[in-house]
């Protein structure tokens, strides 16, 4: 099964090099979760591995999930459900979308691809999209489409965090700091959960808010960590020049591609925090490539109609 016997030899750790980091006398490693699969890449690998496994011993053979129009979840939710022989339902915000099926997914990389994937959309208002876990809504659904596995937005639930709790490994117990950008904050409480007590964790939220550290702690009851709220670029899907800049930089230096929404402004973060002096010296770093390459598409035609430079590192789109 495409899961439990999925080989994750392809996640490596790889130091990075860096006068920042000599300066600074500190090491850091970035451990590779987005090179995982094509499709089914960092968190969201980890966050669906045991919901898919928990929907099939249900006996459920449709599972529903719901999205912004480039949500990396959707893309990853529609693939996996293709490998797993699962019928897909994506609950995706924006009604407008649906006027013009054709035009929309000639327009928008993850819907496009969440489709030749053989996800169906249902496409709700805003408004309803803010009340989508309401009973009667999903209970209309249902009656439409027959029964589902619900994952939640973002793909966060107690399972998720089963899931992310397997990205570090025992190895990954020489780092002092592990680093992680921040949604819902599901990948880091599994991250949290599996760190031994001498290690702390970094969270880099991608969203203004203080929410964050109460959902965190809905999964972990661990205390060894922090957020660092400075690095949200304005708020959820908003980035500047020099967050571009960044990325586009730190594409040649390292040749590691990095998202805008989630690990750019995550790396952006561990830079500044370790040019500021914020770790001691001989601090050893570990940063989480959780994937999210695929929204690169999507934020590339933002930028464009807002005359911003582009990500142009390694992407030719
Ligand atoms: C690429 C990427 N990194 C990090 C995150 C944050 O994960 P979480 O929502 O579990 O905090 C997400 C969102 O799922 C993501 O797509």
Same mark, same amino acid.
């Given at each position: 099964m495409f899961f439990s016997s999925?080989?994750? $030899?392809? /996640?490596k750790n790889e130091e990075i090099l860096h006068p920042v980091l000599e300066k600074a006398g500190v090491s850091l490693s970035i451990k590779?979760?987005? =090179? #995982? %699969?094509?499709?089914?890449?960092?968190n969201k690998f980890r966050k669906l591995k045991y919901n898919f496994i928990e929907a099939k011993r249900l006996g459920y053979t449709t599972l529903l999930t719901f999205g912004g129009a480039y949500s990396n979840h959707i893309e990853a939710t529609a693939a996996a459900g293709k490998i797993m022989g699962f019928q897909t339902i994506g609950v995706i915000?924006? $009604?407008? #979308?649906?006027?013009?099926l054709e035009n929309t997914l000639s327009n928008n990389e993850t819907l496009y691809r969440a489709s030749e994937a053989g996800m169906q959309f249902e496409f709700v208002s805003r408004a309803h999209y803010r009340d989508k876990m309401n009973p009667d809504f999903l209970e209309t659904l249902r009656t439409e489409l027959g029964a589902f596995y619900i994952i939640p937005e973002g793909g966060t639930n107690l399972l998720a965090v089963k899931g992310c709790a397997? &990205? #570090?490994?025992?190895? $990954? /117990? $020489?780092?002092d700091v592990l680093c992680c950008a921040v949604g819902t904050g599901g990948t880091i409480a599994g991250i949290i959960n599996s760190t031994t007590s001498n290690q702390k964790v970094l969270g880099f939220p991608a969203l203004k808010g203080d929410f964050l550290s109460a959902e965190i702690k809905k999964y972990t009851s661990k205390t060894n960590w922090q957020l /660092?709220?400075?690095? %949200?670029?304005?708020?959820?899907?908003k980035i500047n020049k020099e967050g571009i800049a960044f990325i586009n930089t730190f594409y040649d230096q390292q040749q590691i591609l990095l998202d805008p929404i989630y690990t750019g402004k995550m790396m952006y973060g561990i830079f500044d925090m370790i040019e500021k002096g914020m770790f001691s010296k001989n601090t050893r770093i570990l940063a989480i490539h959780?994937?999210? &390459? =695929?929204g690169i598409a999507g934020m590339n035609k933002k930028l464009k109609k807002k005359k911003l430079p582009l990500i142009t590192a390694g992407y030719s789109k």
């Open positions: 999925f080989n994750n $030899d392809r /996640s590779r979760e987005d =090179q #995982l %699969h094509e499709y089914v890449s960092g915000r924006g $009604d407008e #979308l649906a006027k013009n397997e &990205i #570090l490994n025992p190895k $990954d /117990s $020489d780092f /660092s709220n400075e690095y %949200h670029f304005g708020g959820y899907g959780t994937g999210g &390459i =695929q």
